[in-house]
């Protein structure tokens, strides 16, 4: 054969049979046609494979943003601000207004009421279901120690504080009635909610302490316990207890 030519592979059915020689220039340019079809075929395949990887991003996508909407759409009431709560009912917050229903109807003359822990599973279940936004019916609920428990979570969970330094150092005063007008004073400039919330619960402690003899649950018992829940001092929870309607009759 020529050294100037290169033969193409025999056919299966024509094996023997010399085809046309092909010329260096020829099969050069059928060689570069194979590839250019090749290489289009591996861009029509990795198109596909983009395209893929695009659609399945977006997807990702769609479904985080769906699921950052339902966080925004959930109903955050417990370590909140009193102020940026919107569940409200009677100018304090719907968990507020529901446990002191509850407390009033079947729970100031429980034993030990506020200081006997009730089950937290219980309580913790109840607090989700408020934080979902859930409607809650506590009149399902048979031990009012979980009430009680309840409503001490949620004041203890609080954020900021509910009572001003200036609050705090209303005590100083010596005399009863001028502590209880400063208070009264200072309570009147404070956020509707943060003033309604306060009065709110001290009116139920007071009646609590009202019926000591059968609850058990004295002023100082009461003391004791709502003291380190509001985070004010023994002197002026006391005094907000004895002194509940003195101090907030005139800010209702």
């Not at 399945?56 to 996508?61: E, G, L, P």
Request: glycine residues 4%.
């Amino acid at each position: 054969s020529s050294t100037g030519n290169i033969e193409e592979d025999l056919s299966p059915e024509k094996k023997g049979v010399p085809k046309k020689k092909l010329s260096s220039t020829q099969l050069w340019k059928k060689v570069a046609s194979s590839s250019s079809f090749l290489v289009k075929a591996s861009l029509s395949k990795t198109g596909e494979a983009v395209k893929k990887a695009t659609s399945a991003t977006s997807v990702a996508m769609k479904k985080a943003v769906k699921g950052k909407k339902k966080n925004k759409d959930k109903v955050e009431i417990f370590g909140v601000p009193l102020e940026e709560i919107k569940d409200t009912v009677n100018d304090v917050p719907q968990v507020v207004d529901d446990c002191i229903v509850y407390l009033e109807a079947q729970g100031i003359e429980e034993e030990g009421i506020f200081r006997v822990s009730g089950s937290l599973n219980s309580i913790n279940q109840l607090k989700e279901q408020y934080n979902k936004g859930e409607k809650v019916n506590l009149k399902e609920i048979l031990d009012p120690h979980v009430i009680s428990g309840l409503l001490k979570l949620f004041l203890r969970e609080i954020p900021h504080p509910l009572f001003s330094v200036e609050l705090i150092n209303s005590v100083d005063s010596k005399d009863v009635a001028e502590k209880c007008g400063i208070i009264s004073t200072l309570m009147s400039r404070t956020p509707l909610i943060v003033r309604k919330t306060i009065d709110v619960v001290f009116k139920l402690l007071n009646r609590v302490s009202s019926l000591s003899k059968i609850n058990k649950m004295n002023v100082e018992n009461l003391v004791i316990i709502f003291s380190p829940v509001f985070n004010i001092p023994n002197q002026l929870c006391r005094v907000l207890i004895e002194n509940h309607s003195l101090i907030f009759n005139n800010n209702n």
